[in-house]
């Protein structure tokens, strides 16, 4: 599953529901976007990555990947979690 959580919008202020329904429409998404209104992401996970930042999640929801910038979670690393 594909997934994209919003950390903040363009104002850097805590992400809402308008701001995914907007950057969907932006970006043409088709999967769900949601919005980390609490800061988990940021506190809890990516602390020392930068953004774009990327999530491999296994189909048991275990944390496989973190990675950060385009490309360096590869389409073999997700095969391999199918």
């Known amino acids: ?5 919003l950390t903040a919008d363009a104002q850097n ?4 529901a308008e701001d995914c329904a907007q950057w969907a429409d932006a970006y043409g998404s ?3 976007v949601v919005a980390d209104d609490q800061g988990f992401t940021w ?3 990516a602390g ?6 990327y ?3 296994d189909r048991g929801m275990v944390v496989y990947d973190l990675a950060e910038g385009e ?3 590869t389409e073999a690393d997700i095969v391999d979690r199918l």
């Open 30 to 32: 088709t999967h769900p």
């Open 71 to 73: 490309g360096n979670i």
């Open 55 to 57: 999530m491999l999640v």
């Open 48 to 53: 020392g990555y930068s953004f774009p930042f």
């Open 43 to 45: 506190e809890t996970m």
């Open 13 to 16: 202020n805590v992400a809402d």
């Open 1 to 5: 599953m594909v997934m994209t959580m």
